[in-house]
């Protein structure tokens, strides 16, 4: 049973890309999202040496800066 199934990452297949310092040099990490827990708060994983880690992203900063940038715009219909 493969936890990104049972907290919905692979199925929203929704992440973002950071580029972090890690003193001298630039690190590349990802966070891939899915379905909300029970408490609203998203699922999130990450890999970090070689293992996935699955956490409750905090919901203010998901609505806020990650949903606005995931949401297509509607489409303008012309005016008859």
Do not use: C
Request: proline share 10%.
């Amino acid at each position: 049973d493969d936890p990104s199934d049972r907290f919905g990452v692979r199925a929203a297949d929704h992440r973002i890309t950071l580029e972090v310092r890690n003193g001298s040099q630039l690190e590349t990490r990802e966070i891939a999202f899915g379905k909300r827990s029970p408490y609203l708060h998203p699922y999130a994983a990450v890999t970090k040496d070689g293992e996935q880690l699955i956490f409750e992203f905090p919901v203010d900063l998901f609505d806020g800066f990650i949903v606005p940038e995931f949401t297509l715009p509607a489409a303008l219909r012309p005016v008859p």
